[in-house]
């Protein structure tokens, strides 16, 4: 099965200009997750999904941030406009339906964004 | 407090001996705990997750949890230079799913 698909998987961009971040899930799982990792603050996470409906985007670190999830396979993550302090990592992950052991989440390659 | 927490490192240990990884968590009613491996440039992949108190074991993994200290913990038997890698702590903190990463432990195996 393939995994967590990301797109792009590098990105480089001039400050003010607008990104957009894909992700795919593995097919079956109905929670997303996008988190950012920097070496500074670790791996933070953004925003997750269950069922498409955004569960908790407390982690978004200010408007210019959004993220949509228009089914149930697909997610973006969209930075507008962008600064040089949102260069990061930003991995998308998903989970499979939860049991009463907990979820696992797997990761995706990841979006490695520069801002200039 | 942190929600997670770790010890940075970079941890260093010679080819063989045991790696001893920690971490710590503030929520009490978390219930589910996970240990990822980070390689330099890679993204994170799951090496061993634990719901109950005590030890489990997988190869020359074993996770300890201890619910009442809110601690958990991953030894590394035997550890191979290709071991070195980053290691995520991960907590969840509600049936949502809402999954907490500590910063991570850089690990250094030397041959």
């Known amino acids: 099965d393939a995994g967590v698909i990301q797109s792009p998987r590098h990105e480089v961009t001039e400050m003010g200009q607008e990104v957009t971040l894909r992700c795919k899930l593995i097919?079956?799982?109905?929670?997303l997750f996008w988190y950012r990792q920097t070496m500074m603050r670790g791996l933070e996470l953004l925003i997750y999904?269950?069922?498409?409906?955004?569960?908790?985007d407390s982690g978004m670190p200010e408007d210019r941030f959004s993220a949509k999830m228009p089914n149930a396979s697909f997610s973006t993550l969209k930075i507008q406009p962008s600064e040089p302090r949102d260069s990061a990592v930003y991995f998308c992950?998903?989970?499979?339906?939860?049991?009463?052991?907990?979820?696992?989440?797997?990761f995706g390659e990841g979006s490695w964004l520069t801002v200039v | 407090q942190k929600e997670v927490e770790q010890n940075s490192g970079p941890l260093s240990v010679p080819e063989g001996a045991i790696a001893s990884l920690n971490c710590t968590y503030s929520?009490?009613?978390?219930?589910?705990f996970f240990w990822y491996r980070q390689y330099s440039g890679k993204s994170p992949e799951l090496i061993m997750s634990?719901?109950?108190?005590g030890d489990k074991e997988d190869g020359r993994f074993t996770a300890q949890l201890n619910k009442a200290s809110q601690y958990v913990s991953l030894l590394i038997r035997d550890s191979q230079p290709s071991d070195s890698a980053t290691y995520l702590c991960?907590?969840?903190?509600?049936?949502?799913?809402?999954?907490?990463f500590g910063q991570g432990t850089e690990l250094s195996v030397k041959p």
């Open positions: 992950a998903s989970s499979p339906v939860r049991d009463s052991a907990g979820n696992t989440i797997y």
């Open positions: 097919s079956g799982h109905n929670s």
């Open positions: 999904f269950n069922n498409n409906v955004p569960i908790d």
């Open positions: 929520d009490r009613g978390s219930q589910s």
């Open positions: 634990i719901y109950s108190n």
């Open positions: 991960a907590v969840n903190y509600n049936q949502g799913g809402k999954l907490i």
